[in-house]
């Protein structure tokens, strides 16, 4: 990870260990950006294979929220079942928490609708959060 990755785990709230990359968003700002009723189309690629799914933010509170997820095609039709959990805004953040020393973290520009987001970690395949 390049040093101006670095940063002490005692004062980031990017940091959920000492051996993890600073993850894209905290969780304060997971909560501030998925207001109930928010979604989200994810497009996976993992060795080959792409697919898409669509997350659903509800019933949002000051610990979390309850999230559906269900697998779309890429214009976000529903394939599949819909799957409802409740989860925490700090468990969706370590979904982006990937081992440092297995990460790169470059800055990019990514168009969405509505923002663009400055940077994006990079894992080895088949790695979670």
């Known amino acids: ?7 002490t785990p005692l004062n980031d709230a990017h940091l959920l260990g000492p051996d993890r990359a ?3 968003f905290t969780a304060d700002e997971i909560r501030a950006g998925c207001r109930d009723g ?8 993992d060795s080959g294979e792409t697919s898409f799914h ?12 309850t999230s559906t997820s269900v697998a779309t095609d890429s214009a976000g039709n529903p394939t599949g079942a819909p799957q409802r ?4 805004w700090r468990e969706l953040q370590a979904h982006a928490a990937f081992p440092a020393d297995a990460t790169s973290i470059a800055r ?7 923002s663009v987001r400055s940077h994006r970690p ?8």
């Open 1 to 7: 990870m390049s040093p101006e990755h670095r940063r």
């Open 22 to 24: 600073p993850t894209p």
């Open 38 to 45: 928010h979604r989200l189309l994810v497009r996976e690629d």
């Open 54 to 65: 669509v997350a659903r933010f509800d019933d949002g509170d000051a610990e979390g929220c």
């Open 85 to 88: 959990a409740r989860t925490t």
């Open 108 to 114: 990019e520009r990514i168009r969405r609708a509505a």
């Open 122 to 129: 990079t894992a080895p395949r088949g790695a979670r959060g």
